[in-house]
């Protein structure tokens, strides 16, 4: 069974550029959670995806966006990329259900200049 | 709100002895609780879960973690530790009420293996 895969693993922006990032999560899974990790922050969540909703989102500004389509694939957009949105974004996907494993992707490292 | 602490951002090991990660969790419920390594240039990987079945679960490569209620602690061990086990460990708890797949994060432990 194929694993989460992220797209592309490597990105280079400059100041208020805007970002897509790509994940696909492993086949059948219906939940898809973004998190970025920082040295400064940690590993911090992002916002997760369900059926193509919404349903959790953490403590970030209204640049960081995301979907999720209807075969579970979801995109991440960061709008106006700032210094401070150099991270590893990693991407999990899972069954959906409360403390079900989360299978992360690879991530995608992002270099604002 | 639910929370997790390493006590340690640092350990360092010779091959062949024990491995001891320590995590402190808070939780207003029964919580659910990860440890995830973390290998260079690499994603995460789930070492093993608590999800209030048996209180000593075992996981991959050696790895277990014994859940004690009354100590708040999960903490992680393996008894003889390999070269290959060097890696950022993370404890992680499940998100509170509505937060149904929002892992937060400690901020991990560096494991160092020496010859």
């Known amino acids: 069974k194929a694993g989460v895969t992220q797209t592309p693993r490597y990105l280079i922006k400059t100041r208020g550029q805007q970002v897509t990032l790509s994940c696909s999560p492993i086949s059948g899974h219906r939940s898809v959670s973004w998190y970025q990790q920082t040295p400064g922050q940690g590993l911090q969540f992002l916002f997760e995806y369900f059926s193509e909703t919404q349903r959790n989102k953490g403590n970030f500004p209204g640049r960081f966006s995301g979907r999720q389509f209807s075969n579970s694939r979801s995109e991440m957009n960061v709008s106006t990329l700032e210094l401070g949105d150099s991270a590893l974004y990693l991407c999990?996907?899972?069954?959906?259900?409360?403390?079900?494993?989360?299978?992360f992707g690879p991530g995608t490292r992002l270099t604002v200049l | 709100a639910q929370s997790v602490t390493q006590l340690d951002s640092h350990v360092s090991v010779s091959e062949g002895t024990p491995v001891l990660l320590r995590c402190n969790y808070s939780s207003s419920y029964s919580p659910s609780l990860f440890w995830y390594v973390q290998h260079p240039n690499k994603g995460l990987q789930l070492l093993l879960k608590y999800t209030s079945a048996a209180t000593l679960v075992k996981g991959i490569n050696g790895f277990e973690a014994e859940f004690k209620k009354s100590e708040t602690s999960f903490h992680l061990t393996k008894p003889s530790a390999h070269m290959s086990d060097a890696a950022e460990y993370f404890c992680v708890v499940i998100g509170g009420s509505g937060g149904y797949n929002k892992l937060i994060f400690g901020a991990g432990t560096r494991l160092a293996v020496h010859p």
């Open positions: 999990a996907s899972s069954w959906g259900g409360r403390a079900d494993t989360q299978y």
